[in-house]
């Protein structure tokens, strides 16, 4: 016998919606299952989907998707939401090269309304949507789901702020996993939400509002009245002077409130907002226990949990990011660690416990975070901001404008610079050297390894600018780590071997693939160390040597480290060959951070493949034109 026997029935929402609610808690017991028996094969994000599983089954039975748009936030939460909508097959490759994404992706389903990765976007996509129905003369709901989290960042109450005048037939649905505005109050609770969801709650207040048009006095008063009424029941002040209706809070488990509560909802016309709380990793206790380490997993055993990792591992950049922080900042006293919400994946927790005055966590809020920063640098302060290089993108005016043209030292440490493997082209941190490099007083590093990170930290903590040091996501080569806090000269690069006709120019990562190459090709390998300012001098002399010089960076080749060794040469009038190795103009989709780097010839294999082309087009170019056959 099937151990999904309800599921098993499920390819699409629309079977979803001809189930009695009866059988709703069924569908939602297998669905979890199955999500961690899945996941605990495949790895992804655990915690956040075991937590809204109820809400999917609600969501899909209630509303007519895709006609009605559910636009998910970030995406960690929507493993549901793919098995409902047809995609249960392709789960056992989620996150894989030619699998399932692990975000909501348009290319993929027309159930994917939008397609997400960062946070906080999902009401501004669903006013956009519901206001486009409005203007095509459509009936349909829009239905924006964002966790307690996303909330957090400014654009939310950006959207918030214009939805709540533009008079959109809209609902948000805030999902809140962590700390709750105000708790659950059980059958109460549940009663006092159906009510003001319900029709004649609202046809009364309606029906009271035309009453009450001849005196704006008593008008006034029954407004202030139910305001305060509603107001000691529910936490919705905040939301309902934005000009939304506020719901809840309901219990977001419970499909016997959730159920009608949104059926009720669907039948209401302007902005809604529903609050619901859910418990992340629900279902399966180690991860209600710590949603934290069970929210992005590698593959386990359900029974067993996570294991602890192998004693005498390499340590990731990550982490020696995080003890560098600690060591400098016993160092120096004017020493602040910040972080827009990652402080576990940026590697602050330690930081965060041993100097916690001196810690700050600003929520997810990458703009403010940069500004923040600076204002911490005016007073004498030395900010250093942990920010993933993807994520870094979102506070990029403020990195300029507020940071660098005041020329202020501020030192961005940014993690998942270049290909990051399973979470793919949202979080591929393609583009960090490009649009760095470009800003004045900016320097920017990227180190090969373990032990030039640390000092590249210290070089741009000394530095009297800002500064940005940009390391890969995961494990370096194991080089031995100096533990003093040193720093490199500014600007200076270094040979590492010494070949003939061939000098490859490796930048960060690259080193080791470069190294690799090399072996084969018997070219001579410079570590750059620097993008900016780049080492000139080295570039020169590699070029009065070599009859090819060859750049390799892990980041877009528009505009990247390879384009600053071509100024040089360009700016000196040297003639010699130059071929730019990096990430091709498009984006690069998720799997094996090897396999993907291999795919666009980041690889050994790739770098000597490409320098093997190279040679035998300049040999061809160089080669006189043979007699041809009328000759």
């Known amino acids: 016998m099937t151990r999904y026997p309800l599921l098993d029935t499920i390819s699409e929402p629309a079977q979803v919606r001809k189930l009695d609610r009866r059988q709703l808690p069924q569908l939602a017991d297998e669905l979890r299952a199955f999500l961690l028996e899945s996941v605990a094969r495949t790895g992804g994000h655990l915690s956040s989907n075991l937590g809204t599983v109820e809400l999917t089954v609600a969501l899909h039975h209630v509303f007519d998707t895709p006609h009605d748009r559910l636009v998910w ?27 399932v994404s692990g975000f909501p992706k348009r290319s993929e389903s027309s159930y994917d309304t939008f397609g997400v990765g960062h946070s906080s976007t999902s ?16 009936t349909r709901k829009v239905v924006a789901i964002i966790g307690d989290g996303a909330m957090s960042a400014g654009q939310a109450f950006e959207a ?44 009364a207040r309606k029906a009271g509002e035309k009453i009450l048009d001849f005196s704006p006095s008593l008008r006034e008063f029954a407004k202030r009245a139910e305001e305060h009424v509603k107001g000691m029941l529910t936490p919705g002040t905040l939301f309902e002077e934005m000009g939304f209706n506020y719901i809840g ?197 990227t ?33 031995v780590i100096d533990k003093k806090l040193v720093g490199l000269p500014v600007g200076k690069g270094e040979v590492r071997r010494r070949g003939s006709g061939v000098a490859l120019l490796a930048f960060g990562s690259m080193l080791t693939p470069a190294l690799a190459a090399a072996e084969e090709l018997d070219a001579t390998v410079a570590n750059m160390r620097f993008v900016k300012p780049i080492d000139r001098e080295l570039i020169m002399a590699l070029a009065a040597e070599h009859s090819l010089l060859i750049s390799v960076e892990e980041n877009a080749l528009i505009g990247g480290a390879g384009a600053e060794v071509a100024r040089v040469l360009e700016d000196t009038g040297n003639p010699v060959r130059l071929l730019r190795l990096g990430i091709p103009d498009r984006f690069i989709e998720h799997g094996d951070q090897a396999l993907l780097l291999a795919e666009i010839g980041l690889d050994r294999d790739g770098i000597v493949r490409a320098v093997r082309q190279s040679q035998d087009s300049a040999a061809d170019s160089c080669t006189p034109a043979g007699p041809t056959s009328g000759e």
């Not at 009401?123 to 459509?138: Q, R, T, Y």
């Not at 805030?174 to 003001?196: E, H, K, Q, T, W």
Request: glycine share 12%.
């Open 73 to 99: 936030d970030v995406g960690h939460q929507t493993y549901a939401h793919k098995v409902l909508t047809g995609r249960r097959s392709g789960m056992g490759k989620l996150r894989m090269r030619g699998g």
């Open 447 to 479: 180190p090969s390894d373990e032990d030039e990170c640390r000092k590249m930290l210290t070089t741009a903590y000394r530095l009297d600018g800002p500064a940005a040091v940009r390391y890969p996501r995961g494990t370096g080569s194991g080089t």
């Open 160 to 203: 918030l702020n214009n939805a709540g005048v533009a008079d959109a037939d809209m609902l948000v649905v805030l999902n809140d996993n962590d700390m709750s505005i105000s708790p659950a109050v059980g059958a109460l609770n549940r009663y006092l939400a159906r009510l003001f969801s319900g029709s004649s709650f609202n046809a």
């Open 123 to 138: 009401i501004s996509a669903a006013l956009g949507m519901a206001l486009a129905a409005k203007i095509k003369g459509e």
């Open 249 to 445: 809070p309901i219990d977001g488990h419970d499909l016997e409130s959730l159920v009608p509560t949104l059926q009720n909802l669907k039948n209401l016309k302007g902005p809604q907002f529903l609050h619901v709380i859910t418990k992340k990793g629900q279902g399966y206790k180690l991860a209600e226990v710590d949603p934290i380490l069970y929210h992005g997993v590698s593959k386990f055993k359900p029974d067993v949990g996570i294991a602890d990792g192998p004693s005498g591992a390499k340590p990731s950049y990550t982490q020696i990011f995080g003890d560098w922080l600690c060591d400098m900042a016993a160092a120096d006293p004017k020493l602040v660690g910040i972080t827009p919400a990652m402080r576990e994946g940026s590697g602050l927790l330690r930081f965060s416990e041993r100097f916690p005055e001196r810690y700050y966590d600003v929520g997810i809020a990458e703009q403010h975070a940069v500004t923040f920063a600076a204002g911490l640098a005016c007073e004498g302060l030395r900010p250093v901001l942990a920010i993933y290089s993807t994520f870094l993108q979102r506070g990029y005016d403020q990195l300029v404008h507020d940071v660098a043209l005041q020329n202020l030292p501020v030192v961005f440490a940014l993690d998942r610079g270049g290909l990051v493997g399973a979470d793919g082209p949202t979080h591929h941190g393609a583009f960090d050297l490009s649009f760095l490099t470009c800003i004045p007083n900016m320097v920017v590093m």
